[in-house]
């Protein structure tokens, strides 16, 4: 059918406004390269406004020749990681750990 997969990982996307807008203001990180930064997301089991996000570097990705498909391809490659956490829609609240700097 047509409808969406609401609940398994996501195809890396841009990474969301709440994720780079925390990253800007309260890690201090370069907008300039926040803002180029993929994510991969997971919806959370707690709540339907809540997910893990993982955020990476895809330019690296590629020049490793690797093919980031979804969340869970990342758990094969740690190495790709900037930034892992969650974030909540619903209460604004973003969580998250520094894995290494861009």
Do not use: C
């Amino acid at each position: 059918m047509f409808w969406k997969n609401r609940g398994g990982p996501s195809k890396p996307k841009d990474i969301p406004d709440i994720v780079g807008g925390h990253l800007v203001t309260d890690y201090n990180q370069n907008p300039d390269v926040v803002w180029k930064l993929k994510a991969v997301k997971r919806r959370r089991q707690e709540s339907k406004n809540a997910f893990d996000v993982r955020v990476f570097d895809d330019l690296e990705a590629a020049t490793k020749k690797i093919k980031v498909q979804d969340y869970t391809t990342l758990d094969e490659h740690p190495e790709l990681i900037l930034y892992e956490g969650w974030y909540d829609l619903e209460s604004r609240t973003v969580q998250l750990e520094v894995k290494r700097t861009a």
